[in-house]
């Protein structure tokens, strides 16, 4: 550019020598680094593209491959004292619970109805009714379970008196350890 503005003039020459032919010298030392930073940077947003796409990957697998938590392992939760039951009354208990929500697990109270039989067995119900979910309680003048909502009747072994419920109650598995009353999942009734 220099040498078309300025060919012929003593200045020209000089300068084209100096500080400018040291300054053109430079130039491709700057174009290599910016060329070597591209890419750099290139190869830095692709690495962080093979981890997160690995990440990701390994995180859908795990999801995929292992079974829940609450399908790996039985858990057991401590709900009351056997001597503490009273005979043939049922007793309502609440106890923590955890409950799995995708990978979390939140630890809430849970509800249950408790019945201690003459031999010493423990059946366990859960608090819902078996029509539409509403809590039920126990009608002691009456000596069954009512539930408000669309007054269903429940004997105290559980099974439908009345009303618009279409089966027995749901009950938890039930475990005596040690005076100890344990109560795990809950299962349905047919
Ligand atoms: S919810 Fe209990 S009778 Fe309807």
Redesign the pocket.
């Known amino acids: 550019m220099f040498g078309g503005i300025f060919s012929g003039h003593p200045f020209a020459s000089g300068f084209r020598n100096g500080p400018l032919k040291a300054g053109l010298n430079i130039l491709p030392d700057i174009e290599n680094s910016q060329l070597l930073r591209r890419r750099f940077y290139v190869a830095m947003t692709f690495a962080l593209w093979v981890v997160m796409g690995l990440s990701m990957a390994v995180s859908g697998l795990i999801y995929l491959l292992l079974p829940p938590k609450s399908q790996r392992e039985e858990e057991w939760v401590e709900a009351a004292d056997l001597a503490s039951l009273p005979h043939g009354v049922p007793e309502e208990v609440l106890f923590p619970r955890s409950r799995v929500d995708g990978w979390m697990v939140r630890v809430e109270k849970a509800k249950a109805w408790l019945v201690r039989k003459p031999g010493g067995q423990v059946v366990a119900f859960t608090p819902q009714?078996?029509?539409?979910?509403?809590a039920?309680h126990w009608d002691a003048r009456a000596g069954n379970f009512l539930?408000?909502?669309?007054?269903?009747r429940f004997s105290i072994d559980g099974n439908v008196l009345g009303?618009?419920?279409p089966r027995p109650l749901d009950q938890y598995a039930v475990k005596i350890e040690g005076g100890k009353v344990s109560l795990g999942a809950a299962k349905g009734r047919a």
């Open positions: 009714c078996t029509h539409l979910g509403c039920y539930c408000p909502c669309h007054s269903s009303g618009p419920a």
